[in-house]
């Protein structure tokens, strides 16, 4: 895979995870990585089938979320990355983050997982994502394009899966043929 991306110096591979559960839900996951694929300096180099899974931490009923997982490689840096990824989301019709409630449905949600080896504690970004390890609709995509992902300062993501296999998650089939 690494050298399809030669042409990127300094590149990262990055994970994304991605989930909606409001307005076509399929659509708005696969549109949002034809946009991280039209990203300056970035590609995909691997996406997850999508899966339907069950909110967590809702504040009251909504409809189930359809997931995914990219790889990207990128020679941006992580604060960049993020910053574009919010304004995939913007387009999306997601609220700025100082209006929106935690857990609540969305059109489109974009987390920046893991990013290389980096570990970072920052007020608008942490690396590896802070929660990922408790979440099966993260680590089950992940684990399909990267059966050996290891959680900087965790360890390895197939131990943590074991560990949530409460949460139901089904595979489900793409919206857009990628």
């Given at each position: 895979?690494?050298?399809?991306?030669?042409?990127?110096?300094?590149?990262?591979?990055?994970?994304?995870?991605i989930g909606s559960n409001l307005a076509h839900p399929r659509r708005h996951v696969a549109r949002a990585i034809a946009e991280m694929a039209r990203l300056p300096?970035?590609?995909?180099?691997?996406?997850?089938?999508?899966y339907l899974s069950a909110p967590l931490g809702a504040n009251g009923p909504q409809p189930d979320y359809v997931n995914a997982v990219a790889a990207l490689v990128t020679s941006l840096a992580a604060p960049a990355l993020l910053k574009r990824m919010r304004?995939?989301?913007k387009r999306h019709g997601?609220?700025?983050?100082?209006?929106?409630?935690r857990n609540?449905?969305?059109?489109?949600?974009?987390?920046?997982?893991?990013?290389?080896?980096?570990r970072l504690r920052h007020r608008q970004l942490?690396?590896?994502?802070?929660?990922?390890?408790q979440r099966a609709f993260v680590l089950r995509p992940l684990l399909d394009i990267a059966p050996a992902a290891v959680i900087p300062g965790r360890g390895a993501a197939r131990r943590w899966l074991r560990r949530v296999h409460g949460q139901?998650?089904?595979?489900?089939?793409?919206h857009i043929r990628l």
């Open positions: 895979m690494q050298h399809r991306f030669r042409h990127l110096p300094g590149a990262s591979l990055a994970y994304v995870g300096r970035t590609r995909v180099a691997a996406v997850s089938p999508n304004a995939i989301e997601r609220p700025p983050t100082e209006q929106r409630l609540a449905a969305r059109t489109l949600d974009l987390d920046l997982l893991l990013f290389g080896h980096r942490t690396l590896p994502h802070p929660r990922m390890h139901r998650i089904a595979r489900t089939r793409r």
